[in-house]
């Protein structure tokens, strides 16, 4: 499998896998409403900047990007996207604090 052909799979992958539509993720990253639909019939590749932009969207890293076994199937899946949903500040001061006392347990 060539690197554009994994990175095609790997990329639709976490947009068929999340609840977001190809078109609203595009809306969401200022990208042209087609972009997703041309990467997926390899009209388009995904150049760097895009694809970092796409795993912060997303909160991974991309090295769980290019990670096999990183899947957002799972129950970090559920908490990545109910926290793309709470705000910034409540994310901040609340959420994170309480994760990293359990974390430490």
Do not use: W
């Amino acid at each position: 499998m060539t690197h554009d052909n994994y990175v095609r799979e790997r990329l639709f992958e976490l947009i068929d896998n999340s609840n977001i539509s190809p078109s609203k993720l595009s809306e969401e990253l200022h990208l042209n409403k087609g972009y997703f639909a041309d990467v997926r019939r390899a009209k388009q590749n995904v150049p760097y900047d895009i694809l970092a932009r796409i795993c912060d969207y997303y909160h991974i890293t991309l090295s769980e990007f290019f990670d096999r076994e990183y899947s957002l199937k799972t129950t970090y899946r559920e908490i990545n996207l109910l926290c793309q949903q709470v705000p910034e500040d409540q994310l901040k001061n609340v959420i994170i604090p309480i994760l990293k006392r359990f974390a430490e347990r």
